[in-house]
């Protein structure tokens, strides 16, 4: 095997990329306090053709140096947007006709393994923050949580690796699918 080159890749511009069909998810940072987790996040949101991030009260905004550290220029091509306040956003996102789905270990929630959206589903996936999670007001505006089956001591991961497990879950059913 041979290591593909990076100018091998076939990237899209970022031209390209704000003209491509997206995936119809668009996810939601309720306070999370790190802003390389929310260049991650970006950078994980660009691999995907997602939607959008919506940045939420303490959330970082770009242009920040912490964020550029690990979205590695992702803020250049997802669109992002900043609410005072996640119920605000959960708000909008509701009318605009979106599934809100917090990523949380909740009573009653959905085994990510056990979640089917249909194809064309346009879903708002919230993560919380790194302490304290998703916001219970959040969690009850919600329309369900899901759950990442976790079996090990700690159960629970990362934001940033956790919004990659779901995001990369949902992308596979709701575009690799069809």
């Known amino acids: 095997m041979q290591k593909i080159k990076n100018e091998e890749l076939e990237r899209k511009s970022v031209d390209e990329f704000k003209e491509a069909q997206k995936t119809p998810i668009i996810v939601v940072l309720d306070n999370v306090r790190s802003a390389l987790n ?12 997602i939607e959008a991030i919506y940045l939420c009260g303490i959330t970082a905004t770009p242009p920040n140096k912490e964020i550029q550290k690990s979205a590695l220029g992702a803020t250049d091509t997802v ?86 497990v779901v995001i990369w879950d949902l992308f596979c059913k709701m575009i690799l699918a069809k």
């Open 79 to 164: 669109a992002w947007k900043y609410f005072e306040n996640t119920m605000m956003a959960i708000d909008e996102l509701k009318k605009s006709g979106f599934k809100i789905a917090s990523v949380e270990q909740a009573r009653g929630s959905v085994m990510l393994n056990d979640f089917n959206p249909k194809a064309d589903e346009k879903i708002a996936l919230v993560f919380g923050h790194e302490v304290e999670g998703v916001k219970q007001e959040v969690v009850n505006a919600s329309d369900l949580c899901l759950e990442i089956p976790q079996h090990g001591h700690k159960h629970s991961l990362n934001i940033s690796v956790c919004s990659g």
């Open 38 to 49: 929310v260049g991650s996040i970006f950078r994980t949101a660009d691999a995907f053709i």
